[in-house]
């Protein structure tokens, strides 16, 4: 399905380059919107018709530049995809300080510097759509991964809130994700054989794509979606099994 009042819409997508970030991109270019994405490093692979902007949203200062930048650009925001994130698995008892500073500033503070700017700049116009993209780990535990699902977790409040704080100028959702297949999938889950064998714990039987991340913040950006604040589609693919399911 499409959105065709998502034409001509200015769309930001942060960590929008590649993953999920750039299938939502690619959802909301399908739709005639007017793609910007950002990210830490540069890439060189990006369709023309996208802007680029290189920026590291953990610093405040900066993500709000950003936003001015693109109102600047566009004369306008539109919607704003919280897309930026991520965690490599570490020991919850050795992690570092800095190490846990970083995780919480990528995955919690970036999304909140970038929705404080872009609901500035959307109550001064027409209002707009904020949408955060959570991980199932803010719902339940995570081991190796304990700093990021607390910073998912505190996302998924700050929507909440925040949703009925700006309400009804700028719906704020999000987008919980399960376990999603990309061309990194390798890194995190293995060779294909084990692919496989996780896919076969999940309902669905596969795990998620970035389309179907996609799809869904199209859906929250759309009219369909007008009555939603303060929202969290979780798409998990019906969720974990039971452990008592796979016991002798």
């Not at 065709?4 to 270019?29: Q, S």
């Not at 996208?50 to 936003?67: C, F």
């Not at 999940?202 to 929250?220: E, T």
Request: glycine fraction near 10%; charge should be negative.
């Amino acid at each position: 399905m499409t959105y065709p009042e998502l034409r001509d819409k200015v769309v930001l997508i942060t960590g929008g380059t590649k993953g999920i970030g750039r299938g939502i991109a690619e959802r909301f270019e399908a739709d005639g919107s007017r793609i910007v994405v950002c990210s830490r490093t540069p890439v060189d692979d990006l369709p023309s018709s996208w802007t680029y902007h290189s920026v590291d949203l953990r610093n405040g200062e900066d993500a709000w530049k950003l936003i001015d930048d693109v109102v600047a650009e566009f004369g306008r925001i539109d919607v704003l995809v919280n897309n930026a994130g991520g965690s490599p698995p570490a020991d919850s008892t050795t992690s570092s300080p800095r190490f846990t500073e970083r995780i919480v500033a990528l995955n919690l503070f970036s999304a909140i510097y970038c929705a404080q700017r872009a609901n500035f700049h959307m109550k001064q116009g027409d209002g707009g759509v904020i949408v955060n993209i959570g991980s199932v780990v803010a719902l339940r535990p995570a081991p190796t991964t304990a700093a990021y699902g607390a910073a998912k977790a505190g996302l998924l409040n700050y929507t909440n809130t925040v949703a009925q704080e700006w309400a009804p100028k700028v719906r704020v959702n999000m987008v919980t994700s399960g376990l999603v297949y990309t061309s990194q999938a390798h890194v995190h889950y293995g060779d294909a054989d084990n692919v496989a064998r996780i896919e076969s714990t999940i309902p669905m039987g596969r795990m998620a794509i970035p389309n179907d991340i996609a799809n869904a913040c199209a859906y929250l950006a759309s009219d369909a979606a007008a009555y939603l604040a303060g929202a969290n589609i979780v798409l998990h693919g019906g969720g974990d099994r039971p452990a008592y399911l796979g016991a002798d």
